[in-house]
């Protein structure tokens, strides 16, 4: 549908040469000129880690054209593109500024330790709004854990929130976990040499994954 650039590529980063053509991909995407309309106001960053030409290899990433997307895109477009729209509007955002806690505490003589992040300053999280600060709360994960505001020394109630759950043997291989899996193999071998030797390649390309399966 011409809205995004090439597909089949596993490139991260742009070329030098796409940067002068940001603000008018920008403004081409008018679904999110909210978004958008702050980072017209002053000239763009550019971060080496998103423009380096020296990691770009066939293809740079993906990124909008900067076409206005078709009202009758299916449903799984929208969904592909917004992913695609949003990225690229997170690149150009603010730094986001975080603060890594750790909290201390004692409860009938029992200690207790706790460790998780305050977000000091959203920046790019912005672009995602509520959604990313909803997903990262509902991670198992303590060191992804959002933390809320404490003041040291502070004491007194505190209700705690109980949960029990139950471990899952592994899922089975979807044909998009099995495709990660060959795009990250090389991880979980043991021998360090191999491990090494693997650590960038997996197995097939990103052009040629589907076609083993």
């Not at 089949?8 to 980063?13: A, G, I, L």
């Not at 290899?57 to 592909?80: M, Q, Y």
Request: with cysteine; charged share 25%.
């Amino acid at each position: 549908k011409r809205v995004t650039t090439y597909p089949r590529v596993d490139t991260t980063y742009l070329s030098d040469d796409i940067y002068p053509k940001v603000p008018n991909i920008l403004k081409g995407l008018q679904p999110y000129a909210a978004l958008v309309a702050p980072l017209l106001q002053s000239k763009l960053k550019k971060s080496k880690k998103v423009f380096d030409n020296s990691k770009v290899t066939d293809h740079h990433a993906i990124i909008p054209t900067g076409v206005n997307p078709p009202s009758s895109l299916s449903r799984n477009e929208k969904l592909v593109y917004n992913l695609v729209a949003l990225r690229f509007i997170a690149n150009f955002y603010p730094d986001a500024k975080i603060s890594t806690t750790t909290v201390l505490g004692t409860a009938n003589e029992v200690d207790f330790k706790c460790s998780g992040k305050q977000i000091l300053s959203p920046g790019w999280r912005n672009v995602y709004g509520q959604r990313k600060q909803a997903e990262e709360e509902n991670n198992d994960s303590d060191e992804e854990q959002v933390m809320p505001s404490f003041v040291k020394g502070e004491k007194g109630p505190h209700e705690p929130s109980l949960q029990e759950k139950q471990t899952q043997p592994p899922k089975p291989y979807t044909e998009a976990t099995l495709l990660r899996a060959m795009e990250t193999a090389g991880k979980s071998v043991e021998d360090e040499e191999l491990r090494d030797l693997m650590k960038d390649n997996g197995i097939g390309r990103p052009s040629t994954r589907a076609a083993l399966l």
